[in-house]
């Protein structure tokens, strides 16, 4: 949703400032500043659900297991009785799926924070260390614009035109 919003927003910029004005985002896909941050507090916030879930049940039920025969002795109930739970054995597997189902989905939320701060740490520092290191070979970048120059396509006999293509928007227009 919210790549589709960019592209929307790139396309929006584009037809007011033109097609040759500067992109708003480098690659509207990536996952950089709100969008980022927004997503790991997504994640925290879906641990912490999981987490309380699992807490909940396990401290309601009194483990995750259901007895077939409780006493009860609540109202209106004159005095002890004996009080069956109905099908105990189905709840007491479904519950654990439940259960297991919300550690794996926490599990798997926590590695997905670990691995998006790590990649972002990895980019700052490849980022710190590209800015303290600058390319000191200029002789790899003249040679390569030599290249490029000796190895453009020349066509004798034609002249290429004065005036650039139009732009996509010009020509559909």
Same mark, same amino acid.
């Given at each position: 949703?919210?790549?589709?919003?960019?592209?929307?927003?790139?396309?929006?910029?584009?037809?007011?400032?033109?097609?040759?004005?500067?992109?708003?985002?480098?690659?509207?896909?990536?996952?950089? !500043?709100?969008?980022?941050?927004?997503?790991?507090? %997504? *994640?925290?916030?879906?641990?912490?659900?999981? =987490?309380?879930?699992?807490? @909940?049940?396990?401290?309601?039920?009194?483990?995750?297991?259901?007895?077939?025969?409780?006493?009860?002795?609540?109202?209106?109930?004159?005095?002890?009785?004996?009080?069956?739970?109905?099908?105990?054995?189905?709840?007491?597997?479904?519950?654990?799926?439940?259960?297991?189902?919300?550690?794996?989905?926490?599990?798997?939320?926590?590695?997905?924070?670990?691995?998006?701060? !790590?990649?972002?740490?990895?980019?700052?520092?490849? %980022? *710190?260390?590209?800015?303290?290191?600058?390319? =000191?070979?200029?002789?790899? @970048?003249?040679?390569?614009?030599?290249?490029?120059?000796?190895?453009?396509?020349?066509?004798?006999?034609?002249?290429?035109?004065?005036?650039?293509?139009?732009?996509?928007?010009?020509?559909?227009?």
């Amino acid at each position: 949703m919210h790549v589709a919003y960019r592209d929307d927003r790139e396309r929006k910029h584009r037809l007011k400032n033109g097609e040759n004005c500067r992109r708003l985002y480098k690659n509207t896909g990536k996952k950089r !500043g709100g969008l980022w941050w927004t997503y790991v507090l %997504t *994640l925290v916030f879906k641990i912490a659900v999981d =987490t309380t879930f699992v807490y @909940l049940v396990y401290h309601i039920y009194e483990g995750y297991d259901f007895p077939s025969l409780i006493k009860c002795e609540e109202k209106p109930c004159p005095n002890k009785v004996d009080c069956f739970i109905a099908r105990p054995t189905e709840k007491r597997i479904f519950t654990i799926f439940m259960v297991v189902t919300s550690l794996a989905c926490i599990l798997l939320s926590i590695f997905e924070i670990l691995y998006l701060v !790590g990649k972002r740490c990895c980019e700052c520092f490849t %980022t *710190l260390h590209h800015s303290r290191h600058p390319m =000191t070979n200029t002789n790899t @970048l003249s040679s390569a614009a030599n290249l490029m120059e000796s190895s453009t396509l020349k066509v004798t006999g034609k002249t290429s035109p004065d005036t650039p293509a139009p732009s996509y928007s010009v020509a559909i227009s």
